[in-house]
């Protein structure tokens, strides 16, 4: 069983970055996909962005534009990288990994003047 552990989370003003990380505790070459997903008070855990072992990245169509994921397999790790943060973007993130699917414990990020 692998552990996700996610970083960076935050308060940050409309408009600003922030940078989500997920560090696994083994070799994420294994899996072949990873993402970002998030869940809002009172709503459901919705995906942020998705990437593949080959490469190819999917992204939520409310984050195009905006949001950035990548992995860095010699890291072991996943990040998101958000701009342009919008209020509606305050959630709790969570770090995804499979097969089989495995879950980080989530980070608050909230986007607030």
């Known amino acids: 069983q692998v552990q996700l552990v996610e970083s960076g989370g935050g308060l940050v003003q409309p408009g600003g970055s922030l940078r989500l990380s997920c560090a696994a505790s083994?070799?994420?070459?294994?899996?072949?996909?990873m993402g970002w997903y998030r869940q809002a008070p009172g709503k459901e855990r919705e995906l942020v962005a998705h990437?593949?072992?080959?490469?190819?990245?999917t992204y939520a169509d409310s984050v195009k534009g905006r949001f950035t994921i990548s992995r860095d397999s010699a890291k072991n790790t996943v990040y998101l990288q958000m701009n342009s943060l919008k209020p509606e973007d305050t959630a709790v993130y969570y770090c995804?990994?499979?097969?089989?699917?495995?879950w980080g414990k989530g980070i608050l990020v909230t986007v607030s003047s």
């Open positions: 990437i593949t072992s080959g490469g190819p990245t």
């Open positions: 083994g070799s994420i070459f294994r899996f072949n996909s």
């Open positions: 995804m990994a499979a097969p089989p699917v495995n």
